[in-house]
């Protein structure tokens, strides 16, 4: 998606009278090592690498607004180790983009990151930016069914209203997505005081196994 983005850029641009003044650069996305506090075999641990793009207006207007932020993730689980620590994730990448002036007044931001995203069923999600310092986790309860969908949901960054990566993408991303498909199984088994819960829990699992098969 990202050169496309950048090669319609380069073709319309002159013909609006603007110009265009590209970048490029090194970038490290890192994560931390991370001390759970728990016995590892209650929490799972998943590398997310993320591309992603955006335009940022100098003005904002309603064509700029247009413009929206995309962003492409892939999951992976990482290893706990036996001292229940997650070890720290690294991702070196190109960054680039381009400065554009004309009609559209802004800058184009192509890059890649890293972060880490902790599942503790029946606990709120824990999730470490790049460059986000954690040496410890502080775990809070989600209290309910509903509380603990809005975790699962997060977890794969509410891929039912923004795109997520296929299960093609790779081995490791689908059995995440099947993961995440069991999570929603299992909550939906589960008493709740929401009526249409349990179907609608049902519902996502099966978008999820269907977004892994892809």
């Not at 983005?5 to 073709?11: M, N, P, Q, T």
Request: aromatic share 10%.
């Amino acid at each position: 998606m990202k050169r496309p983005i950048l090669l319609v850029f380069a073709i319309f641009l002159p013909l609006l009278g603007g110009c265009i003044f590209p970048y490029v650069g090194p970038s490290i996305a890192y994560t931390p090592s991370v001390k759970l506090d728990v016995p590892r075999e209650e929490v799972r641990a998943f590398r997310v690498d993320i591309a992603s793009s955006r335009f940022i207006p100098f003005r904002h207007d309603e064509i700029t607004a247009m413009l929206s932020k995309s962003i492409a993730e892939r999951l992976s689980e990482v290893p706990i180790s036996y001292e229940d620590e997650v070890p720290g994730q690294m991702k070196a990448s190109v960054q680039y983009g381009v400065v554009v002036v004309g009609l559209f007044n802004g800058v184009r931001r192509d890059h890649d990151s890293v972060a880490l995203r902790l599942y503790r069923p029946g606990y709120d999600l824990v999730e470490i930016g790049s460059w986000e310092g954690a040496n410890r986790v502080e775990w809070k309860p989600a209290v309910d069914v509903s509380a603990q969908e809005k975790v699962i949901d997060r977890l794969f960054s509410d891929c039912f209203r923004y795109s997520q990566a296929k299960g093609s993408g790779s081995p490791a991303h689908r059995e995440a997505l099947l993961f995440g498909a069991s999570e929603y199984e299992r909550l939906s088994k589960l008493p709740s005081s929401i009526v249409w819960q349990p179907e609608a829990l049902e519902k996502k699992a099966k978008a999820m196994r269907d977004l892994a098969a892809q």
